[in-house]
């Protein structure tokens, strides 16, 4: 834990569990965000026929796919909301510049 508190530049442990916290509501929100976004835009699973190698696989395709930018957005929104948005911040800009999108964020 002292590794990963000095590698994050947290100083406590309550900040450390927050964090965590985070990140596991981040991931399964995301995850429950997209099937009811997909339903809003109507494509459901209906929509992709029954084989499921292709209706099935480009449906959860389309799926996994959305779950990027409801991730982005929700790790910035839950780190607000639980008084971390410096940290998620700085997260989300390494993260972004490592994928590729540097041009896209200001230092």
């Known amino acids: 834990m002292k590794k990963l508190k000095e590698r994050w530049g947290i100083s406590s442990n309550f900040q450390l569990i927050i964090i965590f ?5 981040t991931g399964s929100s995301s995850v429950y ?3 009811p976004f997909l339903e809003l835009i109507h494509l459901n699973r209906a929509h992709f026929g029954e084989n499921f190698l292709w209706g099935g ?3 959860y395709s389309l799926r996994i796919i959305l779950i990027f930018p409801f991730y982005q957005v929700l790790l910035i929104s839950y780190g607000w909301i639980f008084g971390q948005f410096k940290f998620f911040w700085s997260f989300e800009k390494k993260m972004l510049k ?4 540097k041009r896209f964020l200001k230092d």
Do not use: E, T, W
């Not at 490592?98 to 999108?101: H, I, K, L, Q, W």
């Open 98 to 101: 490592r994928m590729g999108f």
């Open 33 to 35: 965000v997209a099937k």
């Open 57 to 59: 696989l480009l449906y």
């Open 21 to 25: 916290i985070v990140f596991g509501i």
